[in-house]
């Protein structure tokens, strides 16, 4: 998601310096007008805004603090955007490290994924101080149709949780009605139309029902990415005595289904659990053997 | 909800006779030009496309069946829409039993609650011929933004479980969501703000999770009444062979919830149970004992 995340902020003016472990992403970007840096390091050099696009905690970690990493060249003043999805514990305690230097962190994960990125339209929730997220705003503002700043440090990575609670959790039901509709002789397609013009609307049952519908479970977001977010919301809601009944349903899904080895499919897929207990899949028409 | 679709059956210019248990509705739809009849049979006199929209199945059978009921009066030709949520099996049943004097049976329930009903932009899901789906359009129109033929007689029905199969577990979702960034210390006014951007943003977010800030459970719709859809999908869901794990656990809190005496609560009002066993309130902002 960097790369297209990279063009915006191009394209709305600002001077760009860019790097990453692939080479092609900063190869293509320095083509477009970029400056490709050789670390973090010499990004930071060049940079007072440093937005972070990386998998997992440990790459931010090593981005930021390792050797030739951000930290030990980002001057006083400078705002770090992370906008990797990771966990609230960490963001607190990097944001108190880098303050010490006088450098702000902000927690900025984002909602919308590829589609979203492409189009400059992330939603993007923001953890931190409102001072650095002023100072850090236009760039954000370049990759995204929503900013919202939900709280102290730590904050954006909840609100994320949340998101991605709500997401897991509405693929599972768009997934059980739709085979619960299909297994009855009912046409899933007709039944998403219907569904979309009253209260069981959602993004997930215009996007992903669509998905389950072709069946097409080419990626989008991998389920197996998935899995870290889970690992977040479980470890959140268990540490504060949070009841999630359903989700923790939901999550034995996913699980599931990263361990038989459908991790690379879109977590859409999580239909295809569903469709092989009852012996349906939502994407053969049931007209084709009589409605019931 | 029979009294705002009157209403706007009214406005579009048709010729109305209504009938119902309470007076008030009736006296009230004459006054605005309506004639009031004094039962079902003497409806069905006076029309060829008969709208019902009564609480349960045994109030359908006895309106249509019953003495003084519409199926003995109707002539051939006319059309029955019956927007009422109920079993697709008794759906079927009617239809079949009305057929044999050549009156037409539509199961055509409806999405989007009191709010869609006033504003007549109900989404409407019909199970039945469309022959006869063509005869009753302009008068559905009148009360509809949205109407689907899902397929034969009883996929109305089976299209209106599905979608409150969504409906619940998206409440339940929002709810674990609200809870879990509440107790985070993050204020879940923003998170619903940030997640209306994304991926997680649904109807049920904007209105009921809107309810859920406000703890406005006044109906709406009333638990209670969602018992009802309860049995139909879970009956449906285990008839076939569908195994629905997360909403399995969802039925379980609104059970709960109706069993300990909130049943006239609207039904986002789920979200209490959660609140009472994290020991917060989501309508608490958690600014007032700061935040974590």
């Known amino acids: 998601m960097?790369?297209?995340?990279?063009?915006?902020?191009?394209?709305?003016?600002?001077?760009?310096?860019?790097a990453s472990r692939s080479r092609g992403p900063v190869d293509e970007l320095a083509a477009a007008g970029a400056r490709a840096a050789a670390s973090p390091a010499e990004v930071a050099r060049e940079s007072d805004v440093v937005i972070l696009m990386v998998p997992d905690p440990?790459?931010?970690?090593?981005?930021?603090?390792?050797?030739?990493?951000?930290?030990?060249?980002?001057?006083?003043?400078?705002?770090?955007?992370?906008?990797?999805?990771?966990?609230?514990?960490?963001?607190?305690?990097?944001?108190?490290?880098?303050a010490e230097?006088?450098?702000?962190?902000?927690?900025?994960?984002?909602?919308?994924?590829?589609?979203?990125?492409?189009?400059?339209?992330?939603?993007?929730?923001?953890?931190g101080r409102a001072e650095a997220l002023e100072r850090a705003r236009p760039v954000i503002e370049a990759v995204s149709g929503?900013?919202?700043?939900?709280?102290?440090?730590?904050?954006?990575?909840?609100?994320?949780?949340?998101?991605?609670?709500?997401?897991?959790?509405?693929?599972?039901?768009?997934?059980?009605?739709l085979v619960l509709a299909r297994t009855a002789g009912v046409d899933p397609v007709r039944v998403r139309e219907a569904?979309?013009?009253g209260y069981a609307a959602s993004r997930i049952l215009e996007v992903h029902g669509q998905r389950m519908i072709d069946a097409n479970?080419?990626?989008?977001?991998?389920?197996?990415?998935?899995?870290?977010?889970?690992?977040?919301i479980q470890g959140l809601a268990r540490s504060l005595g949070v009841p999630t009944p359903a989700f923790d349903a939901v999550a034995e899904g996913f699980v599931r289904l990263v361990e038989r080895g459908d991790g690379e499919l879109d977590y859409s897929a999580l239909v295809m659990l569903l469709e092989e207990q009852a012996g349906v899949r939502v994407a053969e028409s049931p007209r084709a053997e009589g409605t019931t």
């Open 2 to 18: 960097g790369r297209p995340m990279a063009r915006h902020i191009l394209d709305a003016g600002f001077k760009l310096t860019v």
């Open 58 to 98: 440990p790459d931010v970690e090593a981005v930021t603090f390792g050797p030739d990493g951000l930290a030990e060249a980002l001057a006083p003043g400078s705002v770090i955007v992370d906008m990797s999805t990771g966990d609230p514990i960490l963001a607190r305690e990097w944001a108190a490290r880098l």
């Open 101 to 127: 230097r006088g450098v702000d962190f902000l927690d900025a994960p984002v909602s919308g994924g590829m589609e979203a990125a492409i189009a400059g339209t992330l939603s993007v929730m923001v953890g």
């Open 146 to 177: 929503r900013i919202v700043h939900v709280g102290d440090s730590g904050a954006g990575q909840i609100a994320k949780a949340a998101n991605q609670l709500v997401v897991g959790s509405t693929i599972q039901a768009v997934a059980e009605a």
């Open 195 to 197: 569904l979309l013009g």
């Open 217 to 232: 479970f080419k990626p989008g977001a991998r389920a197996q990415l998935y899995q870290k977010d889970l690992g977040i």
